[in-house]
């Protein structure tokens, strides 16, 4: 049986304890999967903290995928009969990418890696996510996955529900100047592709930055499921209905008021959106 019921955990994280991080995540996971929820989902860099000031120090944290926090984490997933997904730092040979990796009762699904990176944070020493995009299938509930700044790029997201997401998680680190971000893109996202979207923001201070939490779950129409309107811990849940998802057509009044915004496209107009940037984006900085 796919997931559909979602538990998006709000929380804070300690800088480079990772051991102490994945404690708290899989006591909250278990939490979770107590009150009812099979697909649990946690912030961008729960298991690492994001405010590193070098790639050295972010390197310290970084674990492959599969590694041993994803196998701890798989194990938990595994007794519970639940699917995870979780922020991480991960390193793959000598790469450096900020992840998410989705973890089920069976083991590791597979791992998202950022695809566009702002200029703060551990961001600013890891590498692009080299794609390509998918969704990962979970027993018939298909998952879109992006990470924070994703979000704000209408192209991913729409590309997810192209290639059939149900659902799309979005953990995140939203800090004090990303308010308008956390209360106007969730709902957008979900409404322009059809689609559950989910964002699980962070909370606490860390490394001069205050994060805001705001987290919150919207369905298929852009309307609020569950939210957090505050920066302290919270858990939201919400039912997620896959053929609400699937059904792209919303029928007000047959045939006098109907609207597609999936299938009614115009992509022969949309050649701008492909064409290759002057210099393709490598990363920032490298300290």
């Known amino acids: 049986m796919p997931p559909t019921s979602l538990a998006v955990v709000q929380t804070d994280c300690a800088l480079a304890d990772t051991a102490g991080n994945l404690a708290m995540l899989l006591r909250k996971l278990h939490a979770a999967a107590d009150a009812g929820a099979d697909l649990i989902t946690f912030p961008e860099c729960v298991l690492s903290g994001y405010g590193f000031a070098s790639r050295a120090a972010t390197l310290e944290v970084a674990e492959p995928v599969p590694g041993p926090s994803a196998a701890a984490v798989a194990e938990a997933c595994a007794a519970r009969k639940v699917w995870c997904v979780f922020g991480l730092m991960e390193r793959a040979g000598d790469r450096l990418y900020n992840s998410a990796a989705v973890v089920g009762p069976a ?41 924070c700044f994703d979000g704000g790029f209408p ?26 971000t ?22 606490g201070t860390e490394s001069g ?73 490598r990363g920032h900085c490298r300290r």
Request: glycine letters at 10%.
């Open 107 to 147: 083991g590791v699904v597979g791992c998202y890696r950022k695809t566009h990176l702002p200029c703060v944070g551990a961001d600013k020493f890891t590498d692009p996510g080299p794609g390509p995009l998918g969704v990962f299938d979970l027993d018939g509930l298909k998952l879109g996955v992006g990470v």
């Open 155 to 180: 192209e991913l997201p729409r590309v997810l529900a192209l290639l059939g997401a149900d659902l799309i998680v979005l953990p995140t680190n939203w800090a004090e100047k990303a308010m308008t």
């Open 182 to 203: 956390a209360r106007v893109m969730p709902p957008a996202r979900a409404l322009e592709n059809g689609v559950f979207f989910a964002a699980c923001n962070r909370i």
């Open 209 to 281: 930055f205050k994060y805001i939490g705001h987290s919150s779950i919207h369905d298929p129409t852009g309307s609020p499921l569950a939210t957090a309107d505050h920066d302290g811990e919270a858990v939201l849940f919400a039912r997620i209905d896959v053929a609400a998802a699937r059904r792209k057509r919303v029928v007000n009044i047959p045939g006098e008021y109907e609207v597609d915004r999936v299938n009614w496209r115009r992509p022969e107009l949309y050649a701008a959106l492909t064409a290759p940037l002057p210099e393709p984006f």
